[in-house]
């Protein structure tokens, strides 16, 4: 491997690796998000489901972000490995890779709800709808002045 192929597929570790940390951080907000969501229909008394809604739409979201995250971290195993190796791979092609692999519409949806069904991304989700769920049933005292 060459200098510059070295340096190039260095390059590319370092930025992939700071996209695969942002999709990350973008996860932990969206489940954040899910928290803050339900805290102010908690304090406003204001449920009507509105929250699994919510949940809902963060949860596929959610699912969305880690499968980008996955297609990152798939070429950031390649990139690796080459270094690793020294082989002679050529650097920057994750859309190139991507692109021949992509597959239909339904195997990317069917993608985007496995990533979905993964513990680490369902269980803040479901931890909030029954948070709410929880919240509905248990009758709030009302304040008169």
């Not at 596929?60 to 990152?72: F, H, L, P, S």
Request: proline share 3%; net charge positive; hydrophobic share 50%.
């Amino acid at each position: 491997m060459s200098g510059f192929e070295a340096s190039a597929l260095h390059t590319e570790w370092s930025t992939l690796q700071g996209q695969f940390h942002s999709f990350e951080k973008t996860a932990v907000h969206l489940k954040l998000a899910g928290l803050i969501a339900l805290g102010v229909l908690v304090f406003h008394r204001h449920f009507d489901y509105l929250i699994v809604f919510i949940t809902a739409a963060l949860w596929v979201t959610e699912g969305m972000i880690k499968t980008y995250q996955a297609r990152i971290s798939d070429r950031l195993l390649v990139v690796e490995k080459a270094i690793a190796e020294q082989q002679h791979y050529k650097a920057m092609q994750l859309n190139t890779m991507w692109s021949e692999q992509r597959a239909g519409g339904v195997t990317l949806i069917i993608s985007y709800m496995r990533q979905c069904l993964k513990p680490t991304v369902a269980f803040p989700h479901i931890f909030v709808v029954l948070l709410a769920l929880v919240a509905t049933s248990i009758p709030l005292p009302t304040l008169s002045l």
